[in-house]
């Protein structure tokens, strides 16, 4: 990662792309207006404007799509236009599918004249209902999905009085209807989609953005021209290749990039993206020679319309698109716009942006007088677009003035570079209030303070970011170059000041991986595309969080010196709805705390003291956090508590762990092999860790790890917690002893259970929850049935290496089915009566899913094989289970999305498969939403069955051992636990029995499975 310039401060530099339009004109009518707002808090729409008549050609005089209730696509449409006849003919301009509607009936209430059309799409159930009235010398239609018809009916009124009329919607609770449902899936607006992609990343929030760039979002079921549709495309794919570079994964944004190239565009805008774009990837590698190159290369020249008869302006199909190319872009701001910008002013402005990333590498590059003079050219050529008043650059100058800040800060002109990074604070403050790009340039300014020697502001800063990330219940993402400092600063203070262990483990819960954003985000949108009670609190909340950012914005430019008048005369207007949106906004958030689906994506924040109080007396917490190359470790216990910077580098850790895996289980061409455990790199890793508590543990009973780094790949039950048991296994080698007979070594899982945490919040959640109201006990599940003869059995549950050409899994993945003889053995621990198995055929992923008896089981028991590898280099991985194939839809998978959607109710969830919570392929590692490169699947397939209600879950770092069947012992022991034994207590005994036997002393056969929760729960609800 290059010094002071994270990934997230890069994504900023592209915000530009967006181009918003200049400061907006608060008090413009609907039909003046390019959006405008329709209902009140906790049930907003938005009119959002997606053509205007600037065309010679146009159909309409003025367009907008309405969204709903955060339905990520159009639920309707609204139109404006001066034309004479009957306004009905345009019923179903709308829709790109077809519809039948029948006779109009009078819609009076709404206005004199106005009328409404039922009607239901072709070949669906979907109704549809569509207003037109003619007004003046307009004729207005609003047409949509029925299940929004007061959205819509109230869109039509705001038209025909031409202000925003208030109003109350109902849509919101129909969340779970099938219309809805429908709705979201695709009522059109590809703009509209460009455009939310564009809204979270001007929010800061980059993994969401990235979902909105994935592919087949954008397939093609409109009527829109071939030169539109290759925009979008191509303004879809050089963005997400941007935001998978960010995330660190460039080999993908690689091949996007090449084809976007490809695609050749010769619009004046696509191919400035496409350079700007992909020399922020070359900053984002560190290929600084790389970036002059880039930005060189020729791009179109601006061709300006040309003026036609009469004045009138001629718009030719490729001027056109280069016009609408990122149309969404117009709205990514919240608020009425007062005009657009023309495509020179758009081409002005990347351009300026291309200059700010020239002068960005100049500065890496150490030639500071260059990079200064291009940072000051790109500011000077984007405040000559429109004044200065184009709210979307506010991100990009912040960017600028940070940068040209470090170059006075590396010249030893400290005053100045201390005023550029409070006016970046001032500018981002003003144009986008409450959002995450403030805390970002705030961050920026304390560092800067600490480098200065400035503690005392330094510090002050920092806890102003802080309060108002963890209010906001809000994370930072990629920011840790930037939180690393006041890290540093309270470990150094917490020598004299021990109370700062509780600032130190609050900041410690702000920073979020890129890998564990992504999951969170993707599961986020599935919860909200979902149909339960859940999911429509969470829209609802969604809903009121947008239209706190919008009612935020307008009260900062009410306020701002620029904005007098009319705009000041709102301001207690707005705040009042401020307030009332805020009360809404904790009402809902409290009503979603009781969804597991819910707390399992959330952003909850939990005090050091409020944690220690759910500690018993021999429990303790140890979190560890990854900044930069730096670890930080924070431990809690009711005797003591403290933090210290981890003394090793995070890549000397990861190096450590590196080692441990490959004397564990190392894969080579499909066969995996153990060899002697590395003790010496376990002792060492151990002292760096934890080192500084070394003395506590040895009091602790059960402890609660929390890992970050590379230790996300490796249990530390294995680790080694004194040297005299090192000392014996290598004098007994040296004698001729068995290398692989590891008896005797004071491992640290000898004598305590270990729970692994999510996270702090997801720890007080899993200690908190209610035990299971299930009436059974047990559901076993594996065994799936083979397609072909079955093969020899493995020594391990891993899965074959890939050959097959394509990114279909091959037939032996489904040939070596799990024997079920784990599952019956657990069963019979609790009787016919109170389990159920199901294997072979009706072990399908239809047949789980179709089951809605699920949450009638207090623990789940899979014993099958997990997926978590792609099939070749650059096919899509998709972290699943593998089951039989079942009835249609089935593909033999249970996938990490549907996972979550999985309605359970258990104690306990076993996934006694390979790499559920540990290393996978890199392609799986990112899909189940862990960093880039190695990591573990404990932020995928484990945070999907917390998701869907399991209270525990159990899960391997590696492929589950079947050598001297030591899987099947291990969890044969694990159910035959006396009554009242906890979970961690019954999984610590079972491994006691295979780390005493020589025959599977070794690691490998004992330490590999993880008990995701609160091990402290009872294994027996009751007992």
Same mark, same amino acid.
């Given at each position: 990662?290059? +010094? ?18 200049? /400061? ?35 159909? &309409? ?77 307009? /004729? ?20 025909? *009085? ?57 397939? %093609?079921? $409109? *009527? ?22 960010? @995330? ?5 944004? =690689?091949?996007? &990039? ?117 940072? =000051? ?92 990330? =963890? ?26 000041? +021990? ?45 009121? %969080? ?145 080192? +500084? ?48 007979? &590891? ?16 996270? +702090? ?30 093969? *020899? ?50 072990? $399908? ?7 809605? %008896? ?14 978590? =590898? ?19 839809? $089935? ?83 694990? &159910? ?10 019954? @999984? ?36």
């Amino acid at each position: 990662m290059l +010094p002071f310039f994270s990934r997230a401060s890069i994504a900023v530099l592209w915000s530009a792309a967006a181009l918003a339009l200049p /400061v907006p004109t608060l008090a413009a009518t609907p039909l003046e207006s390019e959006s405008f707002q329709v209902g009140t808090e906790g049930a907003l729409c938005e009119a959002q404007g997606v053509m205007l008549g600037a065309a010679r050609n146009s159909v &309409f005089d003025r367009k907008w799509a309405l969204i709903c209730s955060d339905v990520d696509r159009p639920v309707g449409s609204a139109f404006s236009w001066r034309a004479g006849g009957d306004a009905s003919a345009w019923v179903g301009r709308g829709r790109d599918a077809p519809i039948e509607c029948g006779e109009a009936t009078s819609a009076s209430d709404i206005a004199a004249g106005a009328v409404v059309r039922r009607c239901r799409e072709q070949g669906s159930n979907l109704e549809w209902n569509s207003y037109a009235v003619r007004s003046g010398d307009r /004729v207005l239609v609003v047409e949509g999905v029925a299940a929004f018809d007061s959205a819509l009916r109230l869109a039509m009124a705001n038209l025909v *009085q031409n202000r925003v009329v208030p109003g109350t919607l109902d849509i919101v609770t129909t969340g779970g209807s099938r219309s809805l449902a429908q709705a979201r899936a695709g009522v059109g607006g590809h703009d509209l989609l460009i455009g939310q992609g564009y809204r979270r990343n001007n929010a800061g929030e980059y993994t969401e953005a990235e979902e909105f760039f994935r592919p087949g979002l954008l397939d %093609d079921t $409109s *009527q829109e021209g071939a030169a539109t549709i290759a925009t979008q495309r191509h303004e879809t794919m050089v963005n997400r290749a941007l935001q998978l570079s960010n @995330l660190g994964r460039f080999d993908e944004a =690689t091949r996007l &990039f090449g084809e976007a190239r490809a695609m050749g565009l010769r619009d004046p805008i696509q191919p400035r993206l496409l350079r700007n774009f992909e020399a922020i990837d070359a900053l984002n590698r560190g290929d600084l020679d790389a970036v002059a190159p880039i930005l060189s290369r020729p791009v179109p020249d601006v061709a300006q319309p040309v003026a036609a008869e009469g004045g009138a302006v001629l718009i030719d199909p490729p001027l056109s698109a280069g016009l609408n190319s990122g149309l969404a872009a117009s709205l990514t701001d919240s608020v009425q716009q007062a005009s657009r910008l023309t495509l020179a002013e758009r081409a002005a402005i990347i351009d300026a942006q291309a200059r700010q990333i020239g002068g960005t590498a100049l500065r890496l590059r150490g030639d500071s007088d260059a990079a200064l003079a291009e940072l =000051t050219a790109a500011r000077d050529a984007i405040l000559r677009v429109k004044e200065g008043r184009v709210l979307s650059t506010a991100r990009l100058q912040a960017q600028i003035l940070a940068e040209m800040s470090q170059v006075h800060e590396a010249a030893g002109r400290y005053a100045e570079a201390e005023g550029l990074l409070r006016e970046a604070v001032a500018l981002t403050e003003l144009r986008y209030p409450e959002s995450a790009s403030v805390n970002a340039t705030k961050a920026r300014l304390a560092a800067y303070l600490a480098r200065r020697g400035e503690r005392p502001q330094s510090l002050a800063l920092y806890r102003e970011v802080v309060g108002d990330v =963890t209010g906001k219940r809000a994370a930072l993402v990629g920011l840790e170059n930037q939180i690393r400092p006041y890290m540093r600063m309270l470990v150094e203070d917490l020598q004299t000041q +021990p109370a700062l262990v509780s600032d130190l483990f609050l900041a410690s819960q702000l920073v979020e991986r890129p890998g564990a954003a992504q999951t969170l985000a993707q599961l986020s949108r599935q919860l909200s595309a979902g149909t339960g009670e859940a999911s429509d609190l969470f829209r609802r909340a969604n809903t009121v %969080d947008r239209e706190l950012t919008r009612v935020n914005l307008s009260i900062a430019q009410a306020r701002s010196p620029d904005d007098v008048g009319e705009a000041a005369a709102l301001l207690p207007e707005l705040e009042d709805r401020r307030t009332r949106l805020e009360q809404a906004q904790l009402e809902l958030i409290e009503a979603l705390g009781a969804y597991p689906e819910y707390r399992s994506i959330s952003h909850n924040y939990v005090a050091a003291d409020d944690l220690v109080a759910l500690l018993k007396p021999d429990e303790a917490y140890l979190k560890l956090v990854r900044l930069g190359d730096e670890m930080f470790a924070v431990y809690l216990s009711p005797t003591r508590s403290t933090g210290w910077r981890v003394d090793a580098s995070a890549s000397q850790v990861a190096g450590l762990v590196q080692k441990l895996r490959d004397s564990i289980a190392l894969s080579i061409n499909g066969v995996t092999a153990t060899y002697p455990f590395d003790v010496d790199s376990s002792r060492q890793l151990y002292q760096a860790v934890f080192g +500084p508590v070394a003395g506590d543990l040895g009091r602790v009973k059960h402890l609660v790890f929390e890992p970050d780094g590379a230790l996300l790949q490796l249990p530390i039950n294995l680790l080694v917690a004194d040297q005299p048991g090192v000392d014996a296994y290598h004098a007994r080698v040296a004698s001729g002893g068995d290398e692989f007979d &590891f008896r005797g070594v004071n491992w640290l899982g000898r004598d305590k259970a270990i729970s692994t945490a999510l996270s +702090p919040a997801g720890f007080r959640d899993a200690r908190r929850a209610p035990s299971s109201r299930a009436a059974k006990a047990y559901l076993g599940l594996g065994q799936n049935e083979p397609l072909g003869p079955v093969t *020899q059995a493995a020594l391990t549950r891993g899965l074959p290496q890939f050959t097959d050409p394509g990114c279909a899994l091959p037939v032996a993945s489904w040939n070596r089915p799990i024997p079920s003889d784990e599952l019956i053995a657990a069963s019979e621990v609790f009787g016919a009566g109170q389990s159920t198995l199901l294997t072979r055929a009706a072990f $399908s992923d239809t047949a789980i899913e179709g089951r809605t %008896d699920l949450n009638g089981f207090r623990i789940l028991h899979f014993a099958t094989h997990a997926v978590v =590898t792609p099939p070749r280099e650059g096919c899509p991985a998709q972290p699943a289970l593998v089951t039989s194939f079942g009835d249609q839809g $089935s593909d033999g998978l249970l996938q990490f999305g549907e996972v979550f959607d999985l309605n359970l109710d258990a104690d306990l969830v076993i996934l006694s498969a390979c790499d559920t919570a540990a290393t996978a392929g890199l392609e799986a590692t990112r899909e189940a939403g862990l960093e880039s490169g190695g990591g573990q699947a404990l932020d995928g397939l484990v945070r999907a069955f917390i998701g869907a209600g399991g209270r525990q879950v159990i899960a391997s770092h590696w492929p589950a051992p079947e050598q001297y069947d030591a899987t099947g012992r291990l969890f044969a022991s694990f &159910f035959r636990a006396p009554a009242g034994t906890s979970q961690g207590d019954a @999984l610590l005994a079972a491994q006691h029995q295979l780390m005493d036997d020589p025959a599977t002393s070794h690691p490998f056969y004992w330490s590999g499975f993880a008990l995701i929760g609160d091990g402290a729960r009872p294994l027996f609800s009751g007992s």
